[in-house]
């Protein structure tokens, strides 16, 4: 059994591990920190800082790299100037609109507002955000995480530059920064908010395994208890990471994981083996929060471009995926959708990277059309897709049964 009195002394500062640590050094973003302090610069004399964007995969030190530059233009601040900097991280993750984003920015900013405003029109809504940036005063630089989330409703993005020269600012020098996993978010902006940004965009490639290593070293130095590290653990982390999305938090997490639970087994050392286990249990867990709020319907095309996946039959035209869905909502008592609604929850499920959809050409005959193949890891999406609905057990079960015989998983 488990206990706390036999837990050995692997971990000594967990905040290292977690998400919101800022490091004191950043190497291998030398030169997109560059960059960013480059459109920074201008506050230190007394200007308006220039809007950026900055793209790239989650995991590639994004938001890691803006709290890093804005701490360190704050020291500046503080030693150098008269005036304050202020800056104002939002989550756009849950916002789907300018509206939304402009009434979070207002609970962020006042303290006697404490829930999103609503049922005001939006020039009211952008008054009283104007307003309250100019009482703030200084140098004000909003971050706005996951800025994609509000779609093609850009209005702020709209607002903001031209604030001064409309008036609603006068003294309050404001700009933003924008951060995004989707790298087609810029082009699809409107083109008067094109026409009105002189930004920065910056790109953050993903990380190569031996710059995955030197993040989890530092990382080790200062969270993890002096040799308790096996041979091989970093590597093997940073391999996991590299060989997915080249995350710097994927391999983080799988060496917190991992020395959580050696540290719990009572663990004189953290070894590949418990890297190992870590690594199916995050796998695990990754596929079960996405697929966990899918809809009935979703599950039920998630579960058909798992079996073409098992038969090898993917990449599959939404005609081929059609019948296998609809075997499949029948199979548990449900009545199968059409097929152009089963393609948008393809859709759908593209959207939530369940699956990749991709569009090709007709050849020949001409036109376009969707081919669907599976996005996640095969073994985790069954067992995740059997747990998660008892009726679907049993289909999840006989696909296992099919891919171990066909050596799948």
Not at 14 to 20: A, F, H, I, P, S
Not at 109 to 132: C, K, M, Q, W
Not at 350 to 364: A, E, K, R
Request: charged letters at 25%; glycine letters at 6%; proline letters at 4%.
């Amino acid at each position: 059994m488990p206990s706390f009195r036999t837990q050995t002394d692997i971990i000594e500062n967990d905040k290292v591990l977690g998400e919101d640590w800022v490091p004191a050094d950043l190497p291998e973003r030398e030169e997109e920190l560059k960059q960013m302090y480059e459109a920074l610069s201008p506050a230190t004399r007394g200007y308006t800082p220039d809007n950026m964007f900055l793209y790239g995969k989650a995991g590639q030190g994004k938001t890691a790299a803006t709290r890093y530059a804005l701490n360190d233009l704050g020291s500046f601040f503080d030693e150098d100037r008269d005036e304050e900097l202020t800056p104002v991280y939002v989550s756009c993750n849950e916002l789907s609109s300018s509206y939304q984003l402009t009434g979070q920015l207002l609970v962020e900013l006042t303290d006697d507002v404490t829930e999103r405003p609503n049922g005001h029109a939006p020039d009211i809504l952008y008054s009283r955000l104007f307003s309250r940036l100019e009482e703030i005063g200084g140098t004000i630089v909003l971050v706005f995480d996951e800025i994609d989330a509000i779609g093609d409703d850009d209005q702020i993005l709209y607002q903001i530059p031209r604030a001064h020269s409309n008036g609603k600012l006068e003294e309050a020098k404001v700009s933003f920064i924008g951060i995004s996993n989707d790298f087609s978010f810029r082009d699809n902006l409107s083109p008067k908010v094109k026409d009105t940004l002189y930004d920065y965009v910056i790109d953050f490639p993903s990380y190569d395994s031996a710059q995955l290593q030197d993040i989890l070293r530092r990382r080790a130095d200062i969270a993890l208890a002096d040799d308790v590290l096996a041979p091989g653990v970093i590597e093997l982390c940073a391999a996991y990471a590299a060989k997915d999305e080249g995350s710097a938090r994927q391999a983080i997490n799988h060496l917190y994981k991992a020395s959580k639970m050696a540290q719990t087994d009572g663990a004189d050392s953290v070894t590949t083996t418990h890297v190992e286990t870590a690594h199916e249990v995050l796998k695990r867990n990754h596929v079960m929060e996405g697929i966990r709020g899918l809809t009935p319907q979703n599950k039920y095309v998630l579960t058909a471009v798992t079996l073409l996946e098992v038969r090898d039959e993917t990449p599959a035209r939404t005609g081929e995926v059609y019948p296998v869905y609809r075997d499949i909502a029948e199979s548990v008592g449900s009545e199968p959708l059409v097929q152009r609604r089963m393609r948008d929850h393809l859709q759908e499920l593209d959207l939530h990277s369940q699956i990749t959809l991709t569009t090709q050409t007709g050849g020949i005959q001409g036109g376009t059309y969707y081919t669907a193949e599976l996005n996640t890891d095969l073994d985790a999406t069954i067992t995740v897709l059997g747990e998660l609905d008892e009726s679907m057990w049993e289909i999840a079960n006989e696909i296992r049964q099919m891919a171990e015989k066909r050596g799948k998983i």
